[in-house]
T-cell receptor, first 112, second 116 residues
Framework: AQSVAQPEDQVNVAEGNPLTVKCTYS??????LFWYVQYPNRGLQFLLK??????LVKGSYGFEAEFNKSQTSFHLKKPSALVSDSALYFC??????????FGAGTTVTVRA | GAVVSQHPSWVICKSGTSVKIECRSL??????MFWYRQFPKQSLMLMAT?????????EQGVEKDKFLINHASLTLSTLTVTSAHPEDSSFYIC????????????FGQGTRLTVV
């Protein structure tokens, strides 16, 4: 079975500082990896994906992620965090039939 | 990206009653939709895969008679929580796969169910 792990429950950063949310994966075959963000009492918003190609993937709202095959990681990054980036972030891997397996989630708090 | 609309956003019902939640793909067709359940500050747990015109596929441990899924058209899937009890209170989220071949899934805004 395919899975992802998010080792940090919480990440706290100051506004304007770089933000990194970690994700590692375990798959058989080529990974289809995704990052989603969730605001309170809302559904999930798609941020970015890695399917194939360049290891550095750029997504919505200034976020990017780096796919690292040797370290089986897909960390989410933003060079300069905003207070409005405070939310719950999920890493996910796509299984057969488009089912998604999610990590436990990381709560990001950006302080002003 | 494609838009998925989920209704209602929140619902409060009495124990023993049934509640229906709708998931619609607004600007695309979706042969396959997914239903997830999320507990507070936890991850999403896949409940079932909804397939248009056929029976849903339930994940292990999910009671199919408790959580009835109907996918009668290419743009609508419904989840009915039957004989609801307080332990069914949760946040339910649907997602849809765009038949045009998008690799990412699109999510509804979720439904907060409270059973009293």
């Amino acid at each position: 079975a395919q899975s992802v792990a998010q080792p940090e429950d919480q990440v706290n950063v100051a506004e304007g500082n770089p933000l990194t949310v970690k994700c590692t994966y375990s798959v058989s075959g080529n990974p289809y990896l995704f990052w989603y963000v969730q605001y309170p009492n809302r559904g999930l918003q798609f941020l970015l994906k890695y399917i194939t190609g360049d290891n550095l993937v750029k997504g919505s709202y200034g976020f990017e992620a780096e796919f690292n095959k040797s370290q089986t990681s897909f960390h989410l990054k933003k060079p300069s965090a905003l207070v409005s980036d405070s939310a719950l972030y999920f890493c996910a891997v796509r299984e057969d039939d488009y089912k998604l397996s999610f990590g436990a989630g990381t709560t990001v708090t950006v302080r002003a | 990206g494609a838009v998925v609309s989920q209704h209602p956003s929140w619902v409060i019902c009495k124990s023993g009653t049934s509640v229906k939640i709708e998931c619609r793909s607004l600007d695309f067709q979706a042969t396959t939709m997914f239903w997830y359940r999320q507990f507070p500050k936890q991850s999403l747990m896949l409940m079932a895969t909804s397939n248009e015109g056929s029976k849903a596929t339930y994940e292990q441990g999910v009671e199919k008679d408790k959580f009835l899924i109907n996918h009668a058209s290419l743009t609508l899937s419904t989840l009915t929580v039957t004989s609801a009890h307080p332990e069914d209170s949760s946040f339910y989220i649907c997602s849809a796969r765009d038949d045009r071949g998008w690799t990412e899934a699109f999510f509804g805004q979720g439904t907060r169910l409270t059973v009293v």
